[in-house]
């Protein structure tokens, strides 16, 4: 698919623009702080209905403004979709589907597919497990919409039985009446854990045999990249156990064991409520849920070290960089009609690869059929790229 | 802030469920302008119904004598309970006519946030209850979100060993309504809860049509 035109208003620094693009490459080329990123952005959030950038919508609108609109023509083979999404301050957003009535800002989501590549990525690398966990997850809903509610039914759980373990706790001494209820949290907490685990396991299974490929199409092939699951209800699980340690088989078959690859919900809900009763002391004098999803995390290793704490940083960023690459072949396997390819982003990524990675990356996206970069400078795009080159000037874009 | 009388109103107001500090405001100033018997009537209904109604010493439920009427009523079954959150679920389940059991009103679900565990609810009172031999079926009419399938899940877990039939509301689509307009959730659960239509199928149970499911537990 691709984006043939683009309009904001009160969107971040732009009162009104509009940007045309075309399929293939687009450059949007400018100083920092002209607003390419905001462009881009824009787009992402038609995907997502969230930014790369910011947690809350309120920094999208316009400084001073309660409104900002989003406007874009998305072309998926021969079929033409306009798109409209109206972000408000404190309020529900409304989108409209071919100017037809108003709908629910999420039933946009699946229209518009994109794949975005930002310098924050480096978190994904280097940051706390909750940035690789959300990885996972906002694949998932992308490539599963009906699994939307599922993270959100097991935080609510989480809620409740953490409230259960605090007044446990503060109570001295825990009643029978605390345990059986706890029981009943721990059947629930385990029944919703279970489907975000299986669902997370089933696009780290996708996602492998890709991260494996792009990242030895990125960088040098000498070390090998892998991702693991770390999973909390594992009976093995330490929380030490993947660091200063090199990885042969044994540790890692028991970092990331064969038994919860293969289980199926019922299994993984088994497990889950062993672990819980094998912690229940441990969480009762803490006063909160200990195993599970929320505290599970992703290995990734190169070669047999851990990629975090020991990657250079080219290599942390070619890793990034080969997490997005896999979600976007994952993407396309998923929807494998043509014209329904996802659209690539590359938000000021060449200016942090050298030539050698940015020629690699070139070639490596140079099939999508979108591909839209944001350079400060143009010669930081390489040549094998080609496409068309955009002037991104304040509150206004020029081709 | 006003003086004295109208603002300590607007204060009252504002402390009762739904009513911001604007509404309290508004309400106060209405209270103010009213016709003064309209408001002593206002008044009057408050206090007696503080005086006169108290809850039913069998099922919970809202009563203005000892036992409530529903209780008192001889056409109705014993052998089925039907346990609810609140009083106002009766009512609905009333409404319906789909029910001529017995109910019993927990006060409301097991809610580790807000202090609810199940020693604040009338579970002991369902247990004693059920000493009677002539109850055979307790249907469990909790609300279809994460507090009252909880509940739920908590009392077929303790009443499982007495031996009684247990069974749950049906949860799926609302009569009338468009199956396009269902939110997945809902619409998953119809699918899970489907039911036989062969001829062989059981023959309907006492609750024939299934509650309208209330706005379901999730949302991205």
Redesign the interface.
């Known amino acids: 698919m691709y984006i043939s035109h683009v309009s904001l208003t009160d969107f971040r620094s732009y009162a009104q623009a509009d940007v045309e693009l075309g399929p293939g490459t687009n450059v949007l080329v400018g100083p920092n702080g002209v607003g390419k990123t905001n462009i881009v952005e824009a787009i992402g959030y038609l995907a997502t209905l969230s930014s790369h950038r910011v947690t809350n919508d309120a920094p999208l609108l316009r400084f001073g403004t309660d409104r900002a609109l989003v406007r874009a023509r998305v072309q998926r083979a021969k079929l033409v979709t306009s798109l409209e999404v109206e972000i408000t301050a404190g309020k529900a957003n409304r989108a409209r589907i071919n100017r037809a009535n108003p709908v629910r800002a ?1 039933d946009i989501l699946g229209i518009v597919r994109t794949v975005l590549f930002a310098p924050e990525d480096l978190a994904l690398v280097k940051g706390d497990p909750s940035n690789r966990r959300r990885f996972l997850d906002d694949l998932l ?1 992308i490539l599963r ?2 699994e ?2 599922t ?3 097991y935080e ?2 989480l ?3 953490n ?2 373990l605090k ?1 446990a706790r503060n109570g001295g001494k825990l009643s029978t ?2 345990e ?2 706890l ?3 721990d ?2 907490l385990a029944r919703a854990g279970a489907r975000v685990l299986r669902g997370r396991l089933e696009v780290l299974r996708l996602l492998s045999p890709y991260l494996g490929a792009a990242y030895a199409s990125l960088a040098d092939a000498n070390k090998e990249a892998h991702a693991y699951y770390q999973a909390t209800i594992s009976p093995d699980f330490e929380s030490e156990a993947a660091e200063n340690k090199a990885l042969d088989t044994e540790e890692v078959s028991r970092i990331a064991p064969a038994a919860l690859l293969h289980a199926g919900t019922a299994e993984i809900e088994d497990m889950f409520l062993e672990a819980l009763l094998n912690t229940r002391e441990k969480e009762l004098e803490r006063g909160i849920t200990l195993v599970g999803p929320h505290r599970d995390d992703v290995l990734l290793t190169l070669g047999t070290a851990p990629a975090k704490g020991y990657a250079s940083h080219g290599e942390t960023w070619s890793l990034a960089l080969a997490l997005r690459l896999a979600a976007y072949k994952v993407m396309g396997e998923d929807d494998p009609r043509p014209g329904a390819g996802p659209i690539l982003i590359l938000d000021d990524v060449f200016a942090e690869l050298d030539a050698t990675r940015r020629t690699r990356l070139a070639t490596i996206v140079a099939g999508a059929d979108q591909v839209i970069v944001t350079a400060a400078v143009a010669s930081d795009v390489p040549a094998e790229l080609g496409g068309t080159f955009l002037k991104v000037s304040p509150g206004a874009v020029k081709s | 802030m006003y003086e004295g009388a109208v603002q300590e109103l607007i204060d009252e107001l504002g402390r009762l469920p739904g009513i911001g500090p604007k509404s309290a405001q508004r309400i106060a100033f209405h209270i103010l302008e009213a016709d003064p018997q309209d408001m002593v009537r206002l008044a009057q209904a408050i206090s007696v119904v503080k005086e006169r109604v108290k809850y039913c010493t069998i099922c919970f439920n809202v009563s203005e004598s000892e036992t409530c009427t529903l209780c008192r009523d001889e056409r109705r079954s014993d052998e089925i309970i039907c346990v609810v959150e609140e009083s106002k679920d009766v009512v609905a389940i009333e409404r319906s006519r789909a029910f001529s059991g017995r109910y019993h009103v927990l006060g409301g679900a097991i809610n580790p946030i807000n202090g609810i565990g199940p020693e604040q609810l009338h579970v002991r009172e369902l247990i004693a209850r059920l000493g009677d031999e002539r109850i055979t079926e307790i249907i469990l009419a909790t609300d279809p979100n994460l507090e009252g399938e909880a509940t739920a899940t908590y009392l077929v877990r303790t009443l499982r060993p007495l031996g009684i039939k247990i069974s749950r509301l049906a949860s799926g689509l609302p009569v009338g309504g468009d199956l396009e307009y269902a939110d997945e959730v809902t619409l998953a659960r119809a699918i899970e809860g489907r039911r036989n239509t062969a001829p062989s199928a059981p023959a309907a149970p006492l609750v024939r049509t299934p509650l309208p499911a209330t706005e379901p537990t999730s949302s991205s």
């Open positions: 999420r809903v919409p009906g939307a509610a993270r959100g039914d609510r759980v809620k409740q039985r409230a259960l007044s009446a605390h059986s209820t029981d009943v949290w059947t629930h």
